[in-house]
Each structure stands twice: as structure tokens, then as C-alpha cells.
């Protein structure tokens, strides 16, 4: 079994973080991440409020901080957890901790409607820089009202001949000087107060979505952006909603196991905010083994 004095599950912004921070204070971590580095930052067509950075792509930026962690010489492992085991700290019956961060962030929300599960890849899309070229010149519809789906349709914007943003409020939750280029652009049309009732399908090709008003919008693809649900469900802590709770040291319900990020409990989802749960949880992971000694 391998050993580790702290291993951190996921490389989102958070973990990665959490990982230099440890590195730099003397303290070699394990990295276990499922897919790419970078987590959400892989899904950001435009990052435009991240100190040091007046505009970079998401996967840039995730690339950037993971060539920082791998120049520090930090251990990561690509699989997938079966099982983890917080009372006897093991992983998948294979690696073992003294403590654990969990960073494994939170996942898109889906519309749950008639026929989705088998129009994913194939008409809805949950990401806009991953799928949007497939739709370049074709009309799209996006749903949500956060800065996200502004992010999202303005990014599509560029590639399709038309965005229709629907939302089921009157007002959008997002930052202002995107709703302000949304609003600017001439090819995005926005329907308030109405929601998505149904997919319509023809030869198995998304045709078009009825809203809940009955008005029918033509659409090659969808884009959906309503929301995140926190990836929790492989951990036995306390939680709320699924967001695990942490205390002021990003400890949870289980001695010496943290975690950071969008996965936790708190008022503000930020990159700058997981960047900084992680380098926190670090700094308290680095003072409590120093205790030890």
C-alpha cells in the first residue's frame, strides 16, 4: 500500500492550489484527479476578473497552474476512486493518508426533461468551448441566468449565426459588464421568464425546444447553464444541500479530512475564493504536522 501524508482528490483550482501551497511549506501531497487538470477552469471559454490576467481562456489558465505543479515536482495520479475509506484513511484499498483534501468541485445541472439523457453529445451541451464549434453557423439556445450562460452566449455569439438566451426570471444573477455585452450583441436574443418544457426531436436530430409560454425555438443546440450540484457523494461527512461543511480551518465532520473549493459550503463561488480555500487548508494541514513533530 502506498503512503502518503496528505492526499488531495481533484486538480481543479482548488486542489492545485492546495497541492503548491503544501510543496512550498515542506510537505509533499498526492494529487488523484479523474480527468484533466483544471476541473471547471476547463469549461471558462473567457476569464476576465482573475488578478494578473485581463482576459485568458479557462484551459489556459488550468495548464499554467498545472505546469506550476508539475515543475514542483508533484505526485499525480489519473484514476477514478472506487471507494475511500475516511475512517481508516484508505483509498481504494491501495493508498493510504494521514490527511485528506477533498477539492473535487461540483458538476452541471441538467433541465431532467423527456429524451435528455439521450440528446447529451447530441443537441444539449453543458459547455459551450467544449461543443460549440459543431454549431458554428447554426442556431443555438442557452438556458440559465447566472454568468455563466451570459459567458456562454456570448462565447457561442461568436461561432453560430444565433443565440437565443432564455431565463426563467425577469433578471439575470450575473456580473454587469456581461449582462451589458449580451445585451450589446447583435445576434443574441433573450426570452425572460420562461422555461424550457420540451425537446423536439426529428430523425434523432434536435430540431427545436417549446417553451412553457408555447412559443417553439428553433434550435440546433442547446446550452445548458442552470446551476452545479457538488460532487460529495463518495465522502460519509456532514453536508448541507451535498456541500460539505467545513469550519474556519476547512476541516469537516472527520478529524484531518478537508476540503475546498466549489465542493464546500459558503457564500461565494470564485476562482480567486478556491484558489484561496486551498492555499488556507494547506496552511492549517502544514501548522497541524509541524505540532506533531
Excluded at 181 to 210: F, G, H, Q, R
Excluded at 247 to 253: F, K, M, P, Q
Amino acid at each position: 500500500m502506498e503512503k502518503y501524508k496528505v492526499v488531495i482528490i481533484g486538480s481543479g483550482i482548488a486542489g492545485m492550489s492546495s497541492a503548491i501551497y503544501l510543496k512550498r511549506g515542506g510537505v509533499d501531497p498526492l494529487i488523484i484527479e479523474a480527468s484533466a487538470p483544471g476541473g471547471a477552469l476547463n469549461v471558462i471559454p473567457n476569464i476576465e476578473n482573475y488578478p494578473g490576467y485581463v482576459n485568458i481562456s479557462g484551459p489556459d489558465l488550468a495548464m499554467n497552474i498545472y505546469n506550476q505543479v508539475n515543475d514542483l515536482g508533484i505526485k499525480y495520479y489519473l484514476k477514478k476512486i472506487k471507494k475511500i475509506d475516511l475512517e481508516n484513511k484508505v483509498i481504494d484499498d491501495i493508498i493510504s493518508f494521514d490527511y485528506l483534501i477533498i477539492a473535487t468541485g461540483r458538476r452541471h445541472k441538467l433541465l431532467n426533461l423527456s429524451g435528455e439523457e439521450n440528446l447529451i453529445g447530441r443537441g444539449v451541451s453543458t459547455c459551450a468551448l467544449c461543443d460549440g464549434t459543431f454549431y458554428k453557423g447554426k442556431e443555438v439556445v442557452v438556458v440559465g441566468g447566472g454568468s455563466s450562460a451570459l459567458s456562454e452566449s456570448l462565447y457561442l455569439s461568436n461561432i453560430c449565426k444565433k443565440v437565443t438566451l432564455v431565463h426563467r426570471k425577469n433578471f439575470f444573477r450575473g456580473e454587469d459588464f456581461l449582462e451589458r455585452k449580451v445585451k450589446s450583441a447583435s445576434n443574441i436574443d433573450i426570452i425572460y421568464n420562461v422555461n424550457v418544457k420540451k425537446y423536439n426531436v426529428l430523425n434523432n436530430m434536435l430540431t427545436s425546444v417549446t417553451l412553457d409560454n408555447g412559443k417553439v425555438i428553433k434550435a440546433d443546440g442547446v446550452f445548458l447553464a442552470i446551476g452545479s450540484l457538488p460532487n460529495s457523494e463518495l465522502f460519509e461527512v456532514q453536508k448541507d444541500n451535498g456541500y460539505i461543511v467545513v469550519n474556519d480551518h476547512y476541516e469537516t465532520s472527520m478529524k484531518n479530512v478537508y476540503a475546498v473549493g466549489d465542493v464546500i459550503k459558503k457564500d461565494m463561488y470564485q476562482l480567486v475564493t478556491a484558489s484561496s480555500d486551498g492555499a488556507k487548508a494547506a496552511f492549517n494541514i502544514i501548522e497541524d504536522i509541524k505540532k506533531e513533530d
